[in-house]
């Protein structure tokens, strides 16, 4: 094993860059907040929605519930169906998001190791290199 190793970041440098991609992504992150949020908003309406549906069948007998018992059913499948679309949709964009992020960092990556000295490359070995991208890569 070599002696040598590739530069590594310290914790303020990694908060900076984290900071960084956060400012150059906002718009994406923010996007994808919106859409992951709403998903949990659906899929947590839903248990209350189902706890009307009760009291409505419990209140049927009384007052004619079952018009708001099929209303309450056609609220639930919608929930039920948005739920699935946004949490697609965010699982979609999640994944987009990634993918650039790593993109950009392995063209980091490759370009900071293109302005290191070669003895600096070598020394370190392909290693060293590989196991810094290896993990994205797959």
Do not use: C, K, W
């Amino acid at each position: 094993m070599s002696a040598l190793r590739l530069p590594v970041a310290d914790a303020a440098d990694v908060r900076r860059r984290f900071g960084a991609l956060l400012r150059e992504h906002g718009r994406a992150v923010g996007v994808l907040a919106v859409v992951q949020l709403s998903a949990a908003l659906a899929s947590a309406a839903i248990p209350r929605v189902l706890g009307l549906m009760v009291d409505a069948v419990d209140a049927a007998d009384v007052d004619g519930g079952a018009g708001r018992l099929g209303r309450l059913i056609v609220i639930v499948i919608a929930l039920a169906a948005a739920n699935a679309l946004l949490t697609g949709i965010g699982e979609y964009l999640a994944r987009v998001l990634g993918e650039r992020v790593f993109a950009e960092m392995r063209e980091a990556l490759v370009s900071a190791v293109m302005h290191l000295p070669l003895g600096v490359v070598e020394a370190a070995g392909t290693g060293d290199l590989l196991g810094r991208t290896g993990h994205d890569l797959e």
